[in-house]
């Protein structure tokens, strides 16, 4: 017996890896999914979103890139299902380079085929992005015009309607942010809330990497925050089932059907923990006997 | 050995690729590997399954070749599980070449373009790629000739004659840093913490209510945050009550960190089944249910 | 002064930043620094690309061991960097490029005597010193009163007035008198009323342009605005760049197509060929394509006769989801509703020049409208009835609907609109089954081949013809502004590299890491002391609590013990435990910020000197 725990603890770690591709290859392939109840932090999302009026200008701030997408894709097509049913005036921008596709594909995606009435540079418009990390953040809030000389598509941003009246990120109701690191939720929070509490708020979708670091901040300089894919898929039900009439399309889904594979992964992790430590209890009493 | 691996390899790296080949001939949807287009307003777009439908779809054979090769990249770097190996190489190449690239055409074209050439010369910028923007210069854009010198002198890097120049551009950029930086650590993350730990320790639900929960978290929260700062100070040494205290706090990091580990597996998850999702979905169009 | 520069730029920098957050009076200083910043943030791309290539290039030449990855990052860099950067494949931005105007250069020096406009005004001299808007900059002169040099005399304006330079320059000033100037200018120097809205001058893109194909009689007037050798270059520019034809064969057409009466000069259909007389304009192309009918309200037998077309090929789910939508497309009253809204009279907005009149006057409570004195326009009972029945039959078009309610009683510009905007936004019939195969297939729906093709015929018929027209509209237009299109526009090269080797490259290398975590479960994380199982036991309680089975294992709990369900364990630990520990890191990192700040500022910290020389 001793035999066979010290071969399974020296285990070699690519039959782990090959456990974890299965855990989360074969619910993806079966199409296993679970039901989602939301929880506090998504409803105080979804409310902090409820609260305003249609019209309201909302800044989305999508700093993520492929790498998160994962995670903070099913969020990001949520948070512009939900500020287009609201009928919220959409003002996107990214502190990461590759930021401008991501906020291209949820127009593509969201956008185009379900608020087709929406007009580009009245309903919504692509800022784009601007290197200089906080530095950017803290430009726009005093003063847009600084930074923002044109649109993604390089209109000069005065031609552009809804952008004529708004001088700066203080002039929103609230600022949307899709964050996959630095820079990110710490930094919209250190230079656009902080120093404005009474005028800025925000709420954020973050991944699972960020999100216990950014406990500290709620609820007073964070309204609320959307964490992991957890987070996304009770968000996205949230949505769904509020604005959305029967079965919702593929890619409103798509939060809840990565739980899936999700939970099962989970199972596997608490399996491998349980299994690593009783190997190394087993070990520990054969080496007293 | 060697020799038995290497052929095994070789074998099951062919049996794949013949499965997606044959996955593609027979696919009775006809749409694995291969991407569809349809062209609207000039721009060929990806269509779908009523465009196919309606025969205004046809296969791109540059977007096919694409899909391809991402399939392959992504098989690449996941072989890099097994161990490291020469697919794995080109790919990690590929990717250093791609991606920097990638920063740099977006540097120029989002900042160096309309943000310092676009303020110096406007009218040339103007008649050329932005006509957009206003050819009359704006009152003191001369001031963008400093980070124009700074830049070139930032650049000098790259000659090593001239190497030493550029510590005054870094001069700028991390004086700059640190007065943002410690102006809203100051503000964010020490001053506001500690209002945000300032909560009422005897707490009363809606109804006016003495709230015996509320109160405990409450305690809990500021007590656990004052044990932890004493375990972080060094000052004084760890012996007596002040010991008891600092170990409290040690646990209360240790939950800390739990809660941050089990929060980073669950991201980590999440990347992982949209990689899977797209070999399985986009690529081969298995459909197993 | 290689030590002493440096440490001079960091603490001046620094310390400019720390005073703006302090003193508002010096907020622009910051964000001067912080833009210059963001400007040298976007340089160190270029000096990351540069180094890059360096090291690569020299590891390539040294045939150093893996000199071959060297070379492929090289290459693909190069690749990548060369297409993004000359926008290889990126048509023109189609919002920038003036599409359906001729333009022939015409500087602002160049434009005629007979082209400037001036009004004598009496306005506060100190509105000179402002900085005019930029739109207008080349165009307007203000001069002083002759006998006054306290007042501006003349206002003197270049070129005709477009409706942005007007609204530009009512936002310089909010004083009345200079908004009433300005409105009297711009009538000044408007086009003639004859060439409105036909010809323009674009101070900007030094151009005099002209929309849409140019008549005879049109060059005639504005050759007869000046004599000058450079305004009849340009108009003689204008006229060979607007009568240009140009031809298409077209593999469909519409049945029934004709071209519009209004457009008969510029737009000639001669068997399969579509001819098109200089540039095609927007509003023509609109107006082409817009020849299918729209959907419009069903009787209760269409839908029936619609689904029993459908064969017995429906479920009997689909065949009420089909009723469903057919019967809730819109109807009459909705029109009805729409039409009388337009109809009621609106307030009318006061022009700046009555405002100040009325402010001569003496008024104290400006208002910037006045009610109009024209009574609502409502339908009567025949224009309704004939509505209604209009929108059920299938042979009346609602274009033209607008002349059959005007025989019937009162009928108003405005509401005429409203009705042409209405029709506009119903879906064409192409679209609306679109729609509706879509929502038939939605989920596991199945449609056979021939319901399909039946639906989608009128779907497939609308996108040929709209591409036919499109392709037309751009082979008649001629780019402007080549350069003009983003960097990152579907299709090109440099969205390809980014599409399928950037993304999921850099995706599938942090996928990576999910799989080096279980292995660091398995073998790393081991019990051994109270730490380590405190840590142990939360890892295990938020996973498990983010699954259902831990939702389900412990739903059972009675409610007085609900604080043990996992769920909410997960958020106790999460919102207080972690919020408590990771507030302490928090405050312990900002000290830590705050003091390596203050000795980079003062000069304590020098490692970012390098090694000295």
């Not at chain 1, 929070?189 to 009474?198: C, E, K, L, S």
Request: with cysteine.
């Amino acid at each position: 017996m001793w035999n066979i725990v010290d071969r399974l603890a020296r285990l070699d770690r690519r039959w782990i890896f090959l456990l974890m591709l299965a855990a989360v290859a074969i619910p993806i392939l079966f199409e296993l999914q679970f039901d989602e109840t939301p929880t506090q932090q998504a409803r105080a999302v979804f409310d902090e979103i409820e609260r305003l009026n249609p019209g309201d200008p909302v800044l989305l701030a999508f700093d993520y890139d492929p790498a998160s997408e994962g995670e903070l894709s099913p969020m990001a097509s949520s948070f512009v299902l939900h500020c287009a049913s609201r009928k919220l005036k959409m003002y996107f921008l990214s502190l990461f380079p590759v930021g401008p596709q991501m906020i291209e594909e949820n127009i593509q995606k969201v956008i185009l085929p379900d608020f087709p009435e929406l007009v580009y540079g009245e309903d919504y418009v692509n800022l784009g992005y601007k290197p200089g990390y906080e530095g950017v953040v803290k430009v726009i809030m005093t003063d847009l015009r600084q930074l923002y000389t044109t649109d993604s598509r390089g209109t000069n941003i005065d031609q552009i309607p809804m952008c004529q009246g708004i001088d700066n990120v203080q002039d929103m109701k609230l600022i949307v942010n899709v964050s996959a690191g630095y820079p990110g939720v710490k930094e919209w929070v250190q230079y656009a809330v902080t120093p404005f509490p009474d005028k800025v708020k925000m709420v954020a979708g973050v991944t699972g990497v960020q999100a216990p670091f950014i406990y500290p901040y709620i609820p007073r300089q964070l309204r609320g925050m959307l964490g992991a894919i957890k987070g996304a898929a009770e968000y996205e039900t949230l949505v769904t089932s509020t604005y959305i009439e029967g079965t919702p399309r593929e890619i409103y889904q798509e939060g809840v059907r990565r739980m899936g594979p999700q939970s099962v992964a989970h199972l596997l992790m608490i399996g491998l923990i349980l299994a690593g430590n009783s190997l190394f209890l087993l070990q520990k009493w054969q080496r007293k006997l | 050995m060697q020799g038995i691996e290497r052929y095994i390899w070789t074998l099951l790296i062919l049996f794949l690729l013949g499965g997606a080949i044959l996955q593609t001939v027979w696919d009775p949807q006809q749409s694995a590997g291969r991407v569809y287009v349809k062209q609207v307003e000039g721009v060929w777009v990806p269509a779908d399954e009523i465009d196919r439908a309606a025969g205004i779809a046809e296969v791109s054979l540059l977007r096919s070749t694409g899909l391809w090769i991402s399939a392959l990249f992504t098989l690449c770097i996941f072989s890099f599980m097994y161990r490291d190996n020469p697919f794995y190489k080109i790919a990690e190449a590929t990717v250093v070449g791609v991606s920097a690239a990638y920063y740099m055409v977006v540097g120029f074209w989002t900042t160096m373009i309309p943000n310092l050439f676009g303020k110096l010369f406007p009218g040339l910028i103007q008649g050329w790629a932005m006509p957009g923007l206003s050819p009359e210069p704006e009152p003191g854009s001369w001031t963008y000739v400093v980070p124009l010198v700074l830049g070139i002198m930032l650049l000098m890097r790259l000659v090593p004659k001239v190497s030493w120049i550029s510590v005054w551009p870094l001069a700028f950029i991390i004086g700059t840093t640190a007065g943002l930086r410690m102006v809203a650590f100051l503000e964010a993350d020490f001053l506001s913490q500690i209002e945000n730990t300032i909560v009422p320790i005897v707490a009363w639900n809606s109804s006016g209510l003495f709230d015996p929960w509320k109160s405990f978290e409450n305690l809990l929260l500021v007590v656990s945050v004052l044990a932890c700062l004493v375990y972080f100070f060094f000052s004084i040494e760890h012996k007596g009550a002040v010991g008891g205290i600092s170990r409290f706090g040690i646990w209360i990091l240790m939950i800390t960190f739990g809660a941050m580990f089990g929060m980073t597996v669950m991201g980590r998850i999440a990347l992982l089944a949209i990689r899977l999702e797209f070999l399985f979905r986009e690529w081969l169009n298995l459909n197993l249910v | 002064m290689k030590r002493t520069v440096p440490l001079l730029i960091a603490a001046i920098c620094g310390f400019v930043l720390i005073i703006t957050a302090f003193i508002p009076a010096t907020v622009t200083w910051g964000e001067t620094a912080t833009v210059w910043f963001d400007v040298l943030a976007a340089i160190a791309f270029i000096l990351g690309g540069g180094n890059l290539l360096k090291v690569h290039l020299r590891k390539v030449s040294d045939r150093a061991a893996g000199w071959a990855y060297s070379l492929i990052t090289v290459v693909t860099f190069l690749l990548t960097l060369g297409v993004g950067l000359l926008k290889w494949g990126v048509p023109p931005g189609s919002d920038q490029e003036f599409f359906g105007y001729s333009f022939a250069s015409l500087s602002v020096a160049d434009l005629p005597e007979e082209l400037t406009f001036r009004l004598p005004v009496d306005l506060p001299g100190d509105l000179a010193a402002g900085t005019l808007p930029a739109s207008v900059r080349r165009q307007l002169r203000m001069t002083f009163a002759e006998n006054d040099s306290q007042r501006l005399g003349t206002l003197e304006f270049h070129g005709w007035m477009t409706s942005s330079q007007k609204s530009d320059l009512l936002g310089f000033h909010d004083l009345l008198d200079w908004k009433c100037a300005v409105e009297q200018l711009a009538e000044r120097s408007a086009p003639p009323a004859s060439l409105a809205g036909k010809v323009s001058y674009f101070a900007e893109h030094e151009a005099l342009a002209i929309s849409g194909t140019l008549p005879e009689a049109t060059e005639q007037e504005l050759r007869a605005i000046s004599a000058t050798q450079p305004w009849t270059a340009a108009v003689t520019e204008l006229a060979r760049l607007a009568r240009a034809p140009t031809s298409r064969t077209l593999q469909y057409i519409p049945s029934g197509l004709q071209v519009p009466s209004s457009r008969e000069d510029s737009l000639k259909l001669q068997g399969q060929t579509l001819t098109v007389i200089g540039p095609m304009t927007p509003e023509m192309r609109a107006e082409l394509t817009d020849v299918f009918p729209r959907v419009r309200p069903l009787a209760e037998q269409e839908i029936e006769r619609f689904v029993a077309d459908m064969g017995d090929t429906l479920s009997e789910d689909q065949q009420n989801l089909l009723r469903g939508m057919l019967g809730s497309l819109w109807n009459a009253e909705q029109l009805i509703t729409v039409l009388n809204d337009a109809g009621k009279s609106q307030p009318v907005k006061k022009t700046y020049c009555e405002l100040r009149a009325e402010q001569l006057a003496g008024v104290d409570d400006l208002s910037p409208t006045r009610d109009s004195s024209e009574p609502d326009t409502q339908l009567n009972a025949a224009q309704v009835e004939a509505l209604t029945a209009a929108v059920m039959n299938p042979e009346v078009n609602l274009r033209t609907l607008g002349s059959v309610l005007s025989e019937l009683g009162p009928w108003i510009p405005a509401q005429e609109s409203a009705l042409q905007k209405f029709r506009q936004r119903l879906p064409t019939i192409g679209q609306r089954n679109r729609t509706l195969v879509a929502a038939l297939t939605l989920g596991d729906g199945q449609l056979p081949r021939a319901t399909l093709d039946l639906l989608l015929a009128p779907y497939r018929e609308e996108h040929l013809w709209n591409n036919e027209v499109f392709a037309l509209y751009e082979a008649a237009h001629r780019v402007k502004y080549a350069w003009s299109g983003g960097y990152l526009q579907d299709g090109s090269p440099f969205w390809w590299s980014y599409e399928y080797a950037f993304k999921p490259l850099t995706a599938t290398m942090f996928a990576l890491l999910a799989f080096y975590v279980a292995s660091a479960a398995f073998r790393a994380f081991r019990a051994k002391n109270l730490e380590a199982f405190l840590l142990l036991a939360t890892a295990f309680i938020i996973l498990l609590g983010r699954t259902p089975t831990g939702v389900w294992l412990t739903s059972g709990l009675p409610d007085s013990l609900s604080i043990l369900r996992i769920e909410n364990m997960t958020a106790f630990i999460l919102s207080v435990i972690n919020t408590a520990g990771n507030r302490a890191i928090m405050i312990g990192i900002a000290l830590g910020i705050v003091s390596t700040s203050l000795k980079i500022l003062l000069g304590g910290d020098r490692s970012y000197l390098g090694s000295g020389d």
